[in-house]
């Protein structure tokens, strides 16, 4: 496809679960994010993928989270023993660029709204 | 604390009138974006800006970046009703991550 997509659009899962979100960036995109999302907020970020490598976790909140991009393209984002709290639309993010200079335009995906009963 | 603090929250307006929005911080970013959220989608890139007191130009919006690079603004002239939305700025510092501000939610009423 022509944009980022994400998997599933909409997850709802009961608190203690295991859930994984897919993204597919745009091809070509070598770098790639993941923001949270809350109501009525601006995007938290959560992890930066440049290539297959985690350039930058430190958004990540506890263990609990993990995100995985074995081939440097598609990344899936794990969470264990989800919480209520957890609960926000999880959005992916591509770009061009991602090594020094200027960062580029991110590209967004529609994002995977995760509600955690 | 937000790294990035806009204001306001919330902004509702007419049709025709002008506005802006401040985007501030007390870091300094090597570059800052403005983005555009509609419900149910991702954010839109409107503009990036680089250099300090910079001013960009897209069609009614006029975008300035405060000349220390640690503030920003966004102002709207003849808002329609096509403007609303949730506007977002966006700071980047080293290693390319990027920091959003809490957003500016924008409507204009016909």
């Known amino acids: 496809g022509a944009g980022v997509s994400q998997t599933p659009s909409n997850k709802v899962t009961e608190k203690g679960k295991y859930v994984e979100l897919r993204c597919d960036p745009i091809?070509?995109?070598?770098?790639l994010y993941w923001y949270r999302q809350s109501l009525g907020q601006g995007p938290e970020f959560l992890i930066y993928f440049q290539g297959t490598g985690a350039a930058d976790d430190s958004g990540l909140p506890n263990d609990r989270f993990f995100a995985v991009r074995p081939e440097g393209s598609v990344s899936t984002l794990k969470i264990q023993r989800t919480e209520r709290g957890d609960s926000a639309v999880y959005l992916c993010?591509?770009?061009?660029?991602?090594?020094?200079?200027?960062?580029?335009?991110?590209?967004f995906g529609e994002g995977s709204r995760l509600t955690v009963l | 604390t937000q790294l990035l603090e806009q204001s306001p929250q919330f902004l509702s307006i007419q049709e025709g009138e002008n506005l802006t929005v401040y985007c501030n911080s007390s870091s300094v970013f090597s570059s800052l974006q403005w983005y555009r959220q509609e419900p149910g989608e991702g954010p839109v890139l409107l503009v990036t800006v680089v250099t300090g007191g910079e001013v960009k130009k897209l069609k009614r919006l006029t975008f300035q970046f405060g000349d220390a690079r640690k503030d920003s603004s966004l102002h709207i002239t003849a808002a329609q009703p096509g403007d609303t939305g949730l506007y977002l700025c966006a700071g980047a510092r080293a290693g390319n991550m990027l920091t959003f501000g809490g957003g500016t939610r924008l409507m204009v009423k016909p």
């Open positions: 993010a591509s770009s061009r660029t991602g090594t020094g200079g200027n960062i580029g335009e991110l590209f």
């Open positions: 091809s070509g995109h070598t770098a």
